[in-house]
């Protein structure tokens, strides 16, 4: 078995689990976090999507990480060894990053936020010119905050997101070409009640550091493996696209 036809089983079934329909408890997490949000007032609504909307136009139109350039002459299977590689380094990061913010109670877990998203953006721009995209283009960009959100959203709304993510080459010249267009209120909330479920407990006393380190290492880890799967997909349908080419312009040579 080569290496591509391993990663190419691996994609399929994390395909069918992203596509599979929401369970039980999806269903029932979803509702409560909803009938939470309907409580909470529009100004503060409007307050959150604002600093979340400036913080990752910060992150995804400043200077900070666009220092990554693609790699090319890589085999896939070179390339992804590097990536896990850095996946590894990052989540250690996190861990310990967390478990430090963690150790500071309330206000310390509270910057824990704009510190955990740079760690993981920088990963995404890091992992994307591994596999050879240039990360200054917007489109590139762009699909680098799509995976953010398939990583970090319901079932519902991942599901929706991967049907934006299929055939993303062909579909890149009907993006928006303004960054505001982008439904930032959406990303902000599934952004927020996924991670108030998963590091809620870092904010408690003498807890708080191992919960932190543990909570950021494990979302950090399901951001790279998310991130790997999305470019493997975008990799195995232009590989198809070249093989379908060269299929007709053989029809059209023999006249067949």
Known sequence: MTYEQKISGELNFWKFKTLQKPSLLNKVTNRV???INSYIPDKVHNAITSAIK???KAVLFGSTFTTSK???DLT?????????QKIENYKKTG???????????FLMSLADFPL???IKMKMLFDIAA???YDVKDYRERLYILHIFQLAFSSKEESQNIFMKMQDWDDKAHQLPTNIDEFDWLTFQQQYRDYIDLAKL???LPFVGAAVGAVANYKLIEKLGKTAMMSYRMRYFNLQYAVISTQTENRKLETGN
């Open 54 to 56: 400036q913080m990752v």
């Open 116 to 118: 955990l998203l740079g």
């Open 201 to 203: 407990a870092q904010m």
């Open 33 to 35: 976090q909803k009938k």
């Open 95 to 105: 861990a310990a990053e967390g478990g430090i913010t963690g150790a500071g109670g």
């Open 130 to 132: 591994v596999y050879g």
């Open 76 to 84: 896939l299977m070179h390339r992804e060894a590097l990536i896990k």
């Open 70 to 72: 693609p790699i090319i």
